[in-house]
C-alpha cells in the first residue's frame, strides 16, 4: 500500500489526476436472484430462473438513487470495481462508475444483472441461466430446449431484481452495444421507470444488415462438428467453432486503425514466409486472432453465443410496428453515443433511433465518441464524455 | 430481330443511349492456354499448367493496343460480351468494356485471363489449375500439395499467355478488387510492360486488417466437418462450410445501404414470428442470403478459395520490403477508383498506394466511386466512371 501511495504521489506529479480511489478501489461482490418462473417474451416459461449482480454505491432510503449499467454482449454485470483488491482489472466502465467518477458512486446507487444466456457461462463470477442450465424437467442441460429469449426479457428479468430491492423507478439506465438495446428497452417498455437513458455504442432496432452480421457470428459454432445441434454438454465441447465467431466478433468490434497498430508490434509483412511456404501456416496477425480468441472462449458457452445472437437480432425496442411507432411511449431525455468508427454498429443506428425520438417530439442529444478503437471506444475509451454524463444525470 | 429494334427505337425516346451494340452482343469464346510446367514465386513447380482466357476486340499488327483485364476474387476471365447471343447475362464489366464503350474493343484488343485456384473450379466455361486439379505426380487432386501461390503467380502466368500470343507490352491493365492486385503488381513487377493501371475498389497491399478479414472467409470451410483437411474430392464436399463463407464475403462486399434496401424487398422485420419462436429458425434476410451463397457455392470449390484468400492475404506489390519501397519501380501514370462506402477494401486502401506513387513522384490520380452498393459498387456500378476512363486511356 505504501508503495502504491508513492507511485500515486510520483505521478501526481507528471499527470492531471491520480484519484484517490486508485488507492482505495472500489470493491463489489456478484449476488444471486432467483425466480421460481418467468414467461418469456415469446411465451414459453423458465422455472427456477437465476441470474447475478452487483452493485456499486448505495441505495438510498426514498429508492429513487438508482442508475442501472446493462451490459454488452460479451460481458456480465461487473461493471466497476473489483471482487478482490488484488484483481488485475477492473469491471469494464471503472473509468466512469465510481466514487467521484461521472457516474457517481458517492451519489448513486449503480446496479447491473448479468444477462440470461450470458456468454461467459463457465466464468464462475456469472451467474446466469440459459441452454447450459440444467432443465428441471429433465434434469439435463437445455441445449437447443431453452427458449428464445429477447432483449425485453433480459429487461424484464432486471426489471424483477430491481422490484426485489423495493425499486420502482430508475434514475437512469446506460448500457453500451447490446446494453444499449436495453437501455432504449427499458425506456420504451417501462417509460415511467426510465426518465433518462444513455445509449453508448447502440441502436434503436436490428436492421436487416444487423441482423445478418450477427448470424455470421452463429454460423462457425453450427459448423462444429462438436457442436452436435447444441447437445455437446456430455462431450468434447465446439471450442473450434467458438473461437471462431469470437475471431469474427473480435475484428467487426474493432477497426483498422487499431488492428494495423497491432500488426506492427508483430511486425506483420504480408510476405511472411510461414503462410508462403504452406498453406497450413497462417501470418502472424491471424495467429495473434486466434490465440486471443482460445483464451477468451475458455469461459464462454457455445449455445449461449446463439442464444445472444438471436436476441439481439430480435431487437426492436418497444416491439412495436416500427421503430417510430415505439419511441412515441419513451418519456426519458435521452442521450446518444455511438463511437465515429464503429464497423459493428455505425453511427446510423444510434442516429436513426435518435431522429426518431426527435420526430416524435422527444428531449435526445446525440454526440459521437472519437476514437481508432471502433465499436470498443464505447467501452475502454469513455472517459472523453465522462463531464457530459455526470451534468446529462444531474439534470 | 425486328422487336428489339422496335424496342430500341422506342427507347431512343426516352433514354439518352441505346447503343447499336445492344441489338448485335460482343461475342467472345473461352480459350485454353498450356505451360508444361511453371515455377511459382515460393519456388515450387506446378506441371501441365492451364489457365482458361477471353478476349474482346482485334489485335493491331503492331501488337500494341492490348488492356489487360484482371479478374475479381470470385469471377474469371469472361469479363464482357457473351459467350451465346442467348446468354442471360454478359460478363461483369460489360458496362465498360465493348464497341464504342469506355474500354473501347473497336481500339483495343481486351483479354483476360482465368486465375490459378479460380474459385469457380465446377464452371464449365473456367480453365484453371488448384488444388482441384490432377497432381501428375500421383493422378489424385492435388487438395493441400497444390503449392502456395501468389498474386504475383496469377500475373506470371498472365505474362505467358500475352508472350504466348507474341505480345510484350500492354497499352493498360485495369482489374477491380483482386484484380487491382494483380494490375498493381503488374505495374510494379513489369513497370516496361506498363505504361497506365487502373486499380478499381483496389489496394496496394493487404495490411494486417485485411488479411485477419480475409482468414474469416476461410475459417468456416475449415471447420465443415466434410472438408477433411482438404482431401474431400472422392466425397462429399464441404457446402456448408463453403457457402457459409460466402456469405460473409457476399455481406461484406455490400453495404448496409443496399442490404436494408433488400430487407425492405422481404419485408424484413427483427420481430419475425419464425425466429422469436425456434432457435432452428432464421430470419427472411438471413435466408435470402444463405440461399444466395448456396446456389453460388454449387460452381465453386472450397479448397481453391483457401488458395485464393491466401493470395491475397500474401499480397504487396512488387514484392519489396514495403509499399513506398516497391511502388519506386512503376513507371505506369496510375488511376486509383475507390469505392466511397466500400466496407472490404476502404478507400484508405487504395489512398494509400496512390499516396505512396505521389511520393515517389509517379503520376497518379483518385477518384471515389459513390453508389450504395459498398465494394460491389466497382464491379456493377462503374458506368459513372466511363469518361474518365476513356480518357485516361487515350493519353
Redesign the interface.
Known sequence: MARIVALCVALLLVLPACAANEVAPLLTTKQRFSMPAYTT??GRTIESLQVGWESYGKLNQARDNVILITHYFSANSHAAGKYHPDDATSGYWDAIIGPGKAIDTNQYFVISVDSLANLNANDPSVITTGPSSINPDTGKPYG?D?P?V?IKDFVNVQKAVLESLGISKLHAVIGPSMGSMQALEWAASYPDWVPRMISVIGSG?????T???L??WA??IR???HWQDGDYYNSQPPV??LA?SL??IT?QALH?LY??Q???T?N????ETG??????E??S??NW?TQRARTRAQKMDANHL??LV?AC????AG?GDSLQQSMRSVKAKTLFLPAEND?LL?P?MAQKAHDALLKQGKNSRYEELEGNLGHFDGVVNMQQKAELIRSFLQH
Open positions: 417474451v415469446g437447443l431453452f428464445v429477447t432496432d436490428s436492421d436487416a444488415w441482423t445478418a452480421a448470424e455470421q454460423i462457425p459448423l462444429d462438428k473450434d467453432g471462431a475471431m469474427l475484428q483498422p488492428f494495423n497491432q500488426g506492427e508483430l506483420y509483412h504480408p510476405l503462410p508462403l511456404s504452406s498453406i497450413r497462417s501470418h496477425i491471424v486472432l446463439l442464444y438471436r437480432q430480435l431487437f426492436l416491439h464497423l455505425m446510423y
